[in-house]
């Protein structure tokens, strides 16, 4: 790609768009824009294919059938399987998380295949649903600051070998496992529980994408009070006792 330019793909909107998550899209079009980055947002519904040509590829949340149904329209599309192939950057929360690994649990209480582009597994949890604010160390490889975000979602995801764990929890329930994990990611593909959107409470995280798909180590400095303000808002009441 040019320096110049940046094919944003949002996959599935009319299926995976729970909790505001479509929000990610704006803010990484927002950060690029701000750095004079010529943006094309490419919209791809669930009948439509999806593009391999993209070059950060945002897959949002989604209720139980919603989701069973992108699961098999992405298995059998191809197109999200070969961007990743070829070096696009994914980022995917909650039920676009466990579409990624190797199978989870649909609304019918079968095993689902997912795209197998995360090494982790999903079941479903025998426990209370994990809901409320979480607050998260991410990985410090990835040089980003504390992780606030919304999770709501009654998965347990285990991580496999392969895979990376996105952030360890200070306070909410991650991955759902009790080890403190929170989300997974390999050198190009990302998930996450987090909804809020998360990029509007971590725009760093917005950053980083463009960063891996302009392959540059740093971006130019933008105003960042509004957003510091909600993150500071978010991360007091993470905090607080119940």
């Not at 909650?94 to 582009?117: K, M, S, T, W």
């Amino acid at each position: 790609m040019s320096e110049s330019s940046l094919r944003v793909v949002w996959v599935y909107p009319d299926l995976l768009s729970t909790y505001g998550d479509q929000g990610n899209v704006l803010v990484v079009e927002r950060r690029a824009r701000q750095r004079r980055l010529n943006v094309e947002r490419v919209d791809v519904r669930s009948d439509q294919p999806v593009p391999t040509s993209g070059d950060i590829y945002l897959v949002g949340g989604g209720e139980d059938r919603p989701q069973r149904l992108a699961a098999e329209r992405l298995r059998r599309d191809g197109g999200l399987s070969r961007a990743a192939s070829n070096g696009a950057i994914i980022f995917s929360v909650c039920a676009g998380y466990q579409i990624l690994g190797h199978e989870f649990v649909n609304d019918l209480g079968a095993r689902e295949p997912g795209l197998g582009l995360l090494d982790v597994t999903t079941v479903r949890g025998e426990g209370a649903r994990c809901v409320g604010d979480v607050l998260a160390d991410i990985d410090p490889q990835l040089g980003l600051p504390q992780l606030t975000g919304f999770e709501n979602h009654q998965g347990v995801t285990h991580l496999g070998p392969t895979a990376r764990p996105f952030a360890r929890t200070l306070f909410g329930n991650g991955n759902g496992t009790g080890d403190g994990t929170e989300g997974a990611y390999n050198d190009t593909v990302f998930g996450t529980y987090m909804h809020g959107p998360v990029m509007a409470r971590n725009p760093q995280i917005a950053d980083l994408l463009l960063k891996l798909a302009l392959d540059v180590n740093a971006l130019p400095p933008t105003d960042d009070r509004w957003y510091e303000a909600l993150r500071a808002e978010r991360i007091a009441a993470a905090t607080q006792p119940a």
